[in-house]
């Protein structure tokens, strides 16, 4: 008889002496033969798999005389884990079905209950199945917290979070039948990461970063659904062996407005908590996370706890509100200094000081992934040593500082010097660059006329990046002359870091524009080529005046979305928004720019950075759920100001690549000016508001009154209308809301994703 998975679920009983012959009926009086058929009974042998066996296996396992041996030959022929026959063993077989879970092996073990690797019954797909503790099942408080786990595991989806696929009550049907709690996670082969670096050594900083973005974006998501998960640390970090990871045990983390634990309770490690934390868990908000993140990179690059715990809590608690731990630069020399300064700053004791939300330390780690080599620092000498570097020749008729730029830049580059234009010129011809560092000050042919030079001779503006610095020109001055054909500037004195970074981002966009890296014989026969014919090739087209922008734009978006101060969609709603109602407007007298499609193109582009200003107000103001009072309404309305001096200080540094900055600065201050003159916060009136900011005002409230706030929900598409045309008297430009009332139908196509 060969009897299915089905059959054993109707009641038939599955007798391993069946397929041997009626000579072997005496074996079903043995314990062995009793416990087989339990065993097959009960599903932890499957009875597929023990009917897939060979016959000769089958009637050798049926007729050994003792548990023991009958157990070991299951596991040797792979029927069972050796877990699973020391549970049997043991006494502990009932334990080893859960619902419609087999138990294989245990995977963790903690104070609120047991991981293990366990296997659906129907779908044979492994899974991480988390039991709660037998000793901590009576308390309904910790029972809630156990379920609160699993819930707040179920609202997350994101590859770098363990997946929450079930969750329930499994009834025992056994002596002493206690039920037992579960719920059950994806299962990930994998190390954590406290057991992976002391396995195998702290990580390189480029592997470092880029599997502290991961778990940085793991967060965000975590942040964006209100929880803090509080017990960030290396043993809550999973890493699979294609290097991605996964962030698990949420079982402390503090869902919106709801505690689980009690007061005075010390929740997390004390090694990797947050000072604030330490002192009041239920006050910290997602900045603690961020610490443990720090502390958790810390390890990581350093194969060292930061606060070693000493055995001696209140010590150690003393330890972590008095000092610091050495940077990690100190402990590891080779990992650069902007890596260390990154952790240094994720560890600060003021919350205000460390990064904004995990989402800008996950843009953070994933710039310095693009520069820090990918291999041990052995191996990528031996591949300098074979391609060659980027070279980089610096222009500066101060030896002094040619020395020093030299000194940052010679460990990852071919540098080169020069004390002015004409000898730059020769050596260019010679030794293609690169990038080209000119001051602006240089004797004979000044910088500027450097640059014109270059370029006139090169007609691929990516086959050599120019960097202008000045000591004696404001940064506006040297902002405006980097228009003229540098790719960036700076102003001394600088930091090497700085200049570093700098030299880096501009190789990295030749080599990403250019179609990769151009390094050694080949980037110098193409750049003397380029250098030494006439410009006899049709220059590439120049790229779209508001890409950068919208770049910028997209990224300012996705903050202020990852942080709920603005909905899903936002980027491409404002911009739609923007080119709906430019397309309504009238043509005549200034209005006339709202049919120029270079103008329409660069508002679309920098509509969406109106509100950036919010990432500066507290986030508590932003989140009240009730209507502000005048002194909090005051904090709000600083956002216009910040926001537009935060893009107007990028624009001293970057207008060369984003000329659009100073518009975007228009629409963050004035958005919220009103046409009588009684909005903020320069109260202007009529056409002294700028119509950049006019235009995106409209958008900006159809927007808002069409998105959940913290104090109502969203209103409908009639209402809104309703409330911009007809109840705001004296808000709008007279002439926009016409076009706004003519365009409302688009409007509400756009907000429907249209």
């Known amino acids: 008889m060969r009897s299915s998975l089905a059959d054993a679920h109707r009641g038939h009983t599955h007798h391993p002496v069946d397929t041997l012959g009626e000579s072997s009926v005496e074996l079903s009086l043995s314990p062995?033969?009793?416990?087989?058929?339990?065993?097959?009974?009960?599903?932890?042998?499957?009875?597929?798999?023990?009917?897939?066996?060979?016959?000769?296996?089958?009637?050798?396992?049926?007729?050994?005389?003792?548990?023991?041996?009958?157990?070991?030959?299951?596991v040797a022929r792979h029927l069972l884990t050796a877990y699973q026959a020391e549970a049997v063993r043991s006494g502990r077989g009932e334990d080893l079905v859960l619902g419609h879970y087999r138990v294989l092996d245990v995977l963790g073990q903690g104070g609120m209950g047991t991981v293990y690797r366990a296997e659906h019954l129907q779908l044979r797909r492994q899974v991480a199945l988390k039991v709660m503790a037998r000793a901590v099942e009576g308390n309904p408080r910790l029972l809630h917290r156990f379920y609160a786990e699993a819930r707040a595991v179920a609202r997350l989806q994101h590859p770098n979070i363990i997946t929450c696929f079930d969750a329930g009550l499994a009834a025992r049907t056994g002596p002493g039948g206690q039920a037992r709690d579960y719920f059950v996670m994806e299962f990930c082969p994998g190390q954590d990461l406290y057991a992976l670096?002391?396995?195998?050594?702290?990580?390189?900083?480029?592997?470092?970063?880029?599997?502290?973005?991961?778990?940085?974006?793991?967060?965000?998501?975590?942040?964006?659904?209100?929880?803090?998960?509080?017990d960030i640390k290396p043993s809550n970090v999973l890493v699979t062996p294609d290097w991605q990871a996964k962030v698990l045990d949420f079982g402390l983390a503090r869902l919106p407005n709801r505690n689980v634990t009690e007061a005075g309770t010390l929740l997390g490690t004390v090694g990797y908590m947050a000072p604030e934390q330490a002192r009041d868990p239920h006050a910290v908000d997602a900045r603690a996370d961020l610490w443990s993140l720090g502390a958790t990179l810390y390890w990581a690059l350093t194969g060292r706890e930061p606060y070693p715990e000493t055995g001696n809590p209140v010590r150690d608690l003393h330890r972590r509100f008095s000092t610091s731990p050495d940077p990690v630069r100190t402990v590891r020399p080779e990992v650069p200094a902007e890596v260390s300064e990154l952790v240094a700053r994720l560890m600060d004791n003021d919350p205000d000081q460390r990064f904004p939300s995990a989402r800008t330390v996950a843009v953070a780690l994933t710039g310095f992934t693009h520069w820090l080599p990918s291999v041990p620092a052995i191996a990528a000498a031996a591949a300098a040593a074979k391609t060659g570097k980027e070279r980089v020749l610096i222009v500066d008729d101060e030896p002094s500082l040619r020395r020093w730029m030299t000194a940052v830049l010679k460990g990852q580059y071919e540098v080169r010097e020069a004390g002015d234009a004409e000898s730059a010129l020769a050596d260019i011809a010679r030794h293609p660059p690169d990038v080209v560092v000119a001051d602006v000050n240089l004797p004979g042919l000044s910088g500027p006329e450097l640059v014109a030079k270059i370029r006139s001779a090169i007609p691929d503006p990516?086959?050599?990046?120019?960097?202008?610095?000045?000591?004696?020109?404001?940064?506006?001055?040297?902002?405006?002359?980097?228009?003229?054909?540098?790719?960036?500037?700076?102003?001394?004195?600088?930091?090497?870091?700085?200049?570093?970074?700098?030299?880096?981002?501009?190789?990295?966009?030749?080599?990403?524009?250019?179609?990769?890296?151009?390094?050694?014989?080949?980037?110098?026969?193409?750049?003397?080529?380029?250098?030494?014919?006439?410009?006899?090739?049709?220059?590439?087209?120049?790229?779209?005046?508001?890409?950068?922008?919208?770049?910028?734009?997209?990224?300012?978006?996705?903050?202020?979305?990852?942080?709920?101060?603005?909905?899903?969609?936002?980027?491409?709603?404002?911009?739609?928004?923007?080119?709906?109602?430019?397309?309504?407007?009238?043509?005549?007298?200034?209005?006339?720019?709202?049919?120029?499609?270079?103008?329409?193109?660069?508002?679309?582009?920098?509509?969406?950075?109106?509100?950036?200003?919010?990432?500066?107000?507290?986030?508590?103001?932003?989140?009240?759920?009730?209507?502000?009072?005048?002194?909090?309404?005051?904090?709000?309305?600083?956002?216009?100001?910040?926001?537009?001096?935060?893009?107007?200080?990028?624009?001293?540094?970057?207008?060369?690549?984003?000329?659009?900055?100073p518009l975007a600065a228009e629409v963050a201050r004035s958005h919220h000016e009103r046409w009588d003159g009684s909005g903020y916060p320069d109260c202007l009136t009529g056409q002294e508001i700028p119509l950049s900011a006019r235009v995106v005002a409209l958008c900006a409230v159809y927007e808002a009154l069409r998105s959940r706030r913290p104090h109502r929900p969203p209103l409908s598409h009639g209402r809104a209308v309703k409330m911009i045309v007809s109840e705001c008297p004296g808000q709008f430009d007279p002439v926009l809301l016409a076009a706004f009332a003519a365009a409302a139908p688009r409007f509400d196509q756009i907000h429907q994703g249209g």
């Open 462 to 661: 990516d086959a050599v990046k120019i960097l202008l610095v000045s000591g004696a020109l404001p940064t506006e001055a040297l902002g405006g002359l980097a228009v003229e054909g540098a790719d960036d500037f700076l102003s001394k004195p600088f930091s090497s870091p700085d200049f570093l970074s700098r030299i880096r981002s501009l190789v990295l966009r030749r080599d990403a524009r250019g179609g990769g890296p151009k390094t050694g014989v080949a980037s110098a026969q193409r750049a003397t080529a380029v250098m030494t014919r006439p410009a006899d090739r049709t220059p590439p087209p120049p790229a779209r005046p508001a890409a950068t922008a919208e770049a910028l734009a997209f990224t300012v978006s996705r903050l202020l979305t990852e942080t709920n101060l603005a909905a899903d969609g936002h980027w491409s709603r404002a911009g739609r928004y923007v080119r709906a109602l430019c397309s309504a407007a009238g043509g005549d007298g200034e209005y006339a720019r709202l049919k120029d499609p270079t103008y329409v193109d660069l508002l679309t582009a920098v509509a969406p950075v109106y509100d950036v200003g919010l990432l500066a107000v507290p986030r508590n103001v932003l989140m009240k759920p009730d209507r502000l009072d005048e002194d909090e309404r005051s904090v709000v309305q600083t956002h216009t100001t910040a926001g537009s001096e935060v893009l107007m200080a990028v624009a001293g540094r970057f207008a060369a690549d984003v000329p659009s900055l």
């Open 32 to 74: 062995a033969y009793s416990l087989l058929t339990w065993l097959l009974d009960a599903l932890i042998v499957l009875p597929e798999e023990w009917d897939e066996l060979p016959p000769h296996d089958r009637e050798q396992a049926s007729q050994l005389t003792t548990t023991d041996a009958l157990l070991d030959r299951l």
């Open 197 to 230: 670096i002391r396995e195998k050594g702290p990580l390189t900083p480029h592997r470092a970063c880029d599997l502290f973005r991961q778990i940085a974006e793991a967060l965000a998501e975590a942040h964006k659904h209100g929880l803090v998960h509080r």
